[in-house]
């Protein structure tokens, strides 16, 4: 029974009849494009001077998506002109910000182009989605198993990972990291293709349970796993009365066992240096950054101190320099009030631009949110953030009532 079903999971991808029977050439090297960069990272990470492949990878990746764009230029500004107009004041930031500061105006092009490719991905599928959705949900579930197939790999025959000393399992996308936010963002991407009717529901729970062991036991990356238990609450809030009961009731367990915790640490409360110790430095680096923002002056206020300015050594970060562990701090520093407002209205804007009242694209975003601000999540993470850009697509794919791939 077992094997039967992990067969009909790995063998079946999303099988409703497509608006066209011809492979699309412009889905293809979308596809191919976005697939090599991730499946190329386990071995980077183990072949010296393999970087610049991955560099020349990105390079393609990044004239797609910007030729795409202009040639579908009539489309875009009818149906996505405020996501449009935004990335480009947004990019502007980043020169501005440069020249203010008097930095080469080489940084400024790698981040806006490392910021932006994922937005402009968006697009592309987006309009995708539209037009050829069964073709998209396709490549997309194609793309999604081998994800899990290369975690899974990577996990059975790469070396371990260290973070803080501590030894983890292996993770071939480059980093515990980033290999958190693919699995994560790819379990979010299975559940809008099963909410479409693309995959069984069988065949949700059987990638979720994947998911659940690879960033649970596996990696157990904190930050990953905030973006992924938000979603996944808030989707359950909305769709069960129980679970909301549910969550009620151990919101309330919890607020009670926390006092009575509190009741007994009174006396002894953890002091600043353990509670910056079990934050990994994020408080002692989080405290740092606003003295510095409170030295700023107006001009680096409004347009921050520049590409690069963020990543600074602390105390209980002495061995490196790091960055604010917080996007909205980060941008803050580098950008300044001016970036940091126009990366509000870009989110606003990619609401807008979907323009359905969608709560699961809600959650999404609350969860992205909530990663952003623990630590350096997906908004300077190029790979994930094409995931992210993946599972928003996706979720404009409408159910089809009529249509059940799969015998449940």
């Known amino acids: 029974m077992t094997q039967s079903l992990e067969l009909d999971v790995l063998a079946r991808p999303p099988t409703p009849a497509s608006h066209s029977s011809q492979p699309k050439w412009s889905l293809l090297i979308f596809f191919a494009l976005l697939f090599t960069k991730p499946a190329l990272l386990g071995p980077a990470t183990e072949i010296a001077g393999f970087g610049l492949v991955i560099k020349l990878i990105d390079l393609a990746f990044v004239l797609y998506v910007i030729t795409y764009v202009v040639l579908y230029a009539d489309y875009f500004l009818k149906q ?83 973070k803080s000393g501590v030894a983890f399992a292996p993770a071939y996308f480059g980093g515990l990291h980033t290999s958190a936010y693919v699995i994560s963002l790819s379990t979010i991407c299975f559940y809008f293709l099963a909410r479409a009717n693309y995959i069984s529901h069988r065949q949700l729970y059987f990638w979720l349970l994947i998911g659940i062991a690879l960033l649970f036991v596996a990696w157990q990356v904190r930050t990953a796993l905030v973006l992924f238990v938000t979603f996944f609450l808030l989707i359950s809030w909305k769709s069960s009365s ?106 606003a804007a990619y609401r807008k631009t979907l323009a359905i009242a969608d709560f699961a694209a809600t959650a999404l975003f609350v969860g992205f949110a909530a990663a952003s601000i623990l630590s350096n999540g997906l908004m300077f993470r190029p790979t994930p953030a094409l995931f992210f850009s993946m599972a928003l697509a996706l979720s404009t794919i409408r159910k089809k009532p009529n249509h059940s791939p799969h015998p449940q």
């Not at 998209?136 to 994800?147: E, S």
């Not at 980060?330 to 407002?341: A, K, M, Q, S």
Request: hydrophobic residues 55%; glycine residues 6%; proline residues 2%.
């Open 242 to 347: 129980s679970a909301r009961l549910w969550m009620v009731v151990l919101f309330y367990t919890g607020t009670l066992t926390g006092i009575v915790l509190l009741l007994f640490q009174v006396l002894h409360l953890p002091s600043l240096d353990q509670l910056t110790m079990f934050s990994s430095g994020r408080l002692a680096m989080w405290q740092f950054k606003l003295e510095l923002l409170s030295k700023a002056t107006l001009l680096q206020m409004l347009f921050g101190r520049g590409i690069g300015s963020d990543l600074t050594l602390t105390d209980i970060w002495w061995w490196a320099a790091k960055d604010s562990h917080n996007d909205f701090l980060h941008l803050l520093t580098e950008l300044g009030i001016v970036g940091l407002g126009l990366a509000i209205i870009l989110f």
């Open 80 to 162: 996505a002109i405020w996501l449009i107009v935004t990335i480009l004041f947004f990019c502007s930031s980043f020169f501005l910000s440069e020249l203010l500061n008097e930095k080469k105006l080489i940084f400024s092009i790698y981040e806006s182009l490392k910021f932006s490719t994922p937005l402009l991905g968006f697009l592309v599928l987006y309009r995708e989605a539209k037009h050829e959705p069964d073709s998209v949900a396709r490549y997309c579930y194609a793309i999604l198993v081998a994800m899990f197939a290369l975690a899974i790999a990577g996990v059975g025959f790469l070396p371990e990972r260290y």
